[in-house]
């Protein structure tokens, strides 16, 4: 069964850098459209960014210029780095293996917290 696990998070500061990764199991990693989602803290899980089997990229207009999707297929890596992180990036990120980009989620990770503080 098709398993995606996250790590990276953590409590940083305001401004920081943070890298998330999210390794993967059981699937044809290099054939599958991948993304993150962010959830706040009583509120619904939202995409942040996608990117294709190619390697191509799309983001949500809102963190557009600071968050960096990326892949390493030779190890089934997916990674979000995070640029000059916000108190509103605080929250759980979840790692989801999708079948087109933007489309609804076929796999979910369990997700990683991310707490920033100012």
């Known amino acids: 069964q098709a398993r995606l696990v996250e790590s990276g998070g953590g409590l940083v500061q305001a401004g920081d850098f943070l890298s998330l990764s999210c390794v993967a199991f059981?699937?044809?990693?290099?054939?599958?459209?991948l993304g993150w989602y962010h959830q706040s803290t009583g509120k619904e899980r939202d995409a942040v960014a996608w990117?294709?089997?190619?390697?191509?990229?799309e983001y949500a207009d809102s963190v557009k210029g600071r968050f960096k999707i990326s892949r390493n297929n030779s190890n089934n890596t997916l990674f979000l780095h995070i640029d000059n992180i916000k108190p509103e990036d605080t929250g759980t990120y979840f790692c989801?293996?999708?079948?087109?980009?933007?489309?609804?989620?076929?796999?979910w990770g369990q997700g990683t917290q991310v707490t920033v503080s100012l």
């Open positions: 059981c699937f044809t990693f290099r054939q599958w459209n």
């Open positions: 990117i294709n089997a190619n390697g191509n990229a």
């Open positions: 989801v293996r999708i079948a087109h980009m933007q489309a609804p989620p076929t796999t």
